[in-house]
């Protein structure tokens, strides 16, 4: 096994059974080390480049889950340029009056909470929203649903869903800060649902990850509100520690986190060779 860090250069792959990327965040999630390793017709674990970026732009994943008929809370974005020369901040105040307060604020292409905030009231919309652009050209003001906040991953072939995990943040919002911040995140697996609960919040993250394309491994997050489950976010490149939200379903279901692993890594190997000899 070699490692590749991030101050060092890439060692030769070629020849390479399979490179398992690990790097998860913005750097991760965005299909940039793919779309390397595609250059290089090296083989990997994980969703493609395309589908990487396709589902960092939140507001087009959110479209396609839509059209799709896989329910997502209602939203409207606007870029940089737009606030700038054509009335776009009225344009988000439009959005967030027809959505109803509270609204989420949140950059179009970031993850882990980074830039997100809850607004309460209309007075506190331009500067989340200012916020927000410090993280990048595209804001999108969402609905905020209340309910239980949970995740699903979708690992191996076929996307086998894990045991749904409940999410259990020190605050209304699970922002960067609160998952920073000791203690500022538990999670519960399995979650105190009943199995016809169970049954929609996996069917729904099941959809997701079908119609955004996902391989190998991804993380569906989702509310379960009044109205039934919400997806949130798809994550193709989440977190694989011992204590991430993928060990912790394996454990509740009686797995092993070295089995979870050899089984991710055995099924995506195993992919390989068929499309090779395409």
Same mark, same amino acid.
């Given at each position: 096994?070699?490692?590749?860090?991030?101050?060092?250069?890439?060692?030769?792959?070629?020849?390479?059974?399979?490179?398992?990327?690990?790097?998860?965040?913005?750097?991760?999630?965005?299909?940039?080390?793919?779309?390397?390793?595609? !250059?290089?017709?090296?083989?990997?674990?994980?969703?493609?480049?395309?589908? *990487?970026?396709?589902?960092?732009?939140?507001?087009?994943?959110?479209?396609?889950?839509?059209?799709?008929g896989v329910a997502t809370p209602e939203f409207v974005?606007?870029?940089?340029?737009?606030?700038?020369?054509?009335?776009?901040?009225?344009?988000?105040?439009?959005?967030?009056?027809?959505?109803?307060?509270?609204?989420?604020?949140?950059?179009?292409?970031? *993850?882990?909470?980074? !830039?997100?905030?809850?607004?309460?009231?209309?007075?506190?919309?331009?500067?989340?929203?200012?916020?927000?652009?410090?993280?990048?050209?595209?804001?999108?003001? @969402?609905?905020?649903?209340?309910?239980?906040?949970?995740?699903?991953?979708?690992?191996?072939?076929?996307?086998?869903?894990?045991?749904?995990? @409940?999410?259990?943040?020190?605050?209304?919002?699970?922002?960067?800060?609160?998952?920073?911040?000791?203690?500022?995140?538990?999670?519960?697996?399995?979650?105190?649902?009943?199995?016809?609960?169970?049954?929609?919040?996996?069917?729904?993250?099941?959809?997701?990850?079908?119609?955004?394309?996902?391989?190998?491994?991804?993380?569906?997050?989702?509310?379960?509100?009044?109205?039934?489950?919400?997806?949130?976010?798809?994550?193709? *490149?989440?977190?694989?520690?011992?204590?991430?939200?993928?060990?912790?379903?394996?454990?509740?279901?009686?797995?092993?986190?070295?089995?979870?692993?050899?089984?991710?890594?055995?099924?995506?190997?195993?992919?390989?060779?068929?499309?090779?000899?395409?």
């Amino acid at each position: 096994m070699t490692e590749i860090t991030a101050d060092a250069q890439w060692p030769d792959l070629d020849g390479a059974d399979l490179v398992i990327p690990l790097v998860y965040g913005v750097e991760g999630e965005q299909g940039s080390i793919t779309a390397v390793l595609e !250059g290089l017709g090296v083989p990997y674990l994980g969703s493609d480049s395309a589908t *990487c970026a396709l589902i960092a732009h939140k507001p087009g994943a959110k479209r396609m889950l839509d059209r799709a008929g896989v329910a997502t809370p209602e939203f409207v974005s606007v870029d940089a340029e737009a606030i700038r020369h054509y009335e776009g901040m009225n344009a988000l105040r439009s959005g967030a009056e027809r959505i109803g307060y509270p609204v989420v604020v949140k950059p179009a292409r970031q *993850c882990q909470g980074v !830039g997100v905030h809850l607004v309460e009231t209309p007075e506190e919309l331009p500067a989340a929203v200012m916020a927000a652009f410090a993280h990048g050209g595209e804001v999108l003001v @969402e609905e905020y649903v209340e309910g239980v906040e949970l995740s699903v991953c979708l690992v191996g072939r076929g996307l086998r869903p894990l045991i749904p995990v @409940e999410i259990r943040s020190a605050g209304r919002l699970c922002d960067i800060h609160v998952r920073m911040s000791e203690n500022g995140v538990k999670y519960i697996a399995p979650p105190d649902l009943t199995s016809p609960e169970l049954a929609v919040v996996t069917k729904a993250a099941m959809d997701a990850g079908r119609v955004l394309g996902v391989r190998d491994l991804a993380r569906v997050d989702l509310i379960l509100g009044p109205d039934g489950p919400q997806v949130l976010d798809v994550t193709p *490149c989440p977190g694989l520690s011992d204590r991430s939200v993928a060990a912790t379903a394996a454990t509740a279901q009686g797995q092993s986190y070295e089995d979870l692993i050899e089984r991710i890594v055995g099924d995506a190997g195993r992919r390989v060779p068929r499309e090779r000899s395409r």
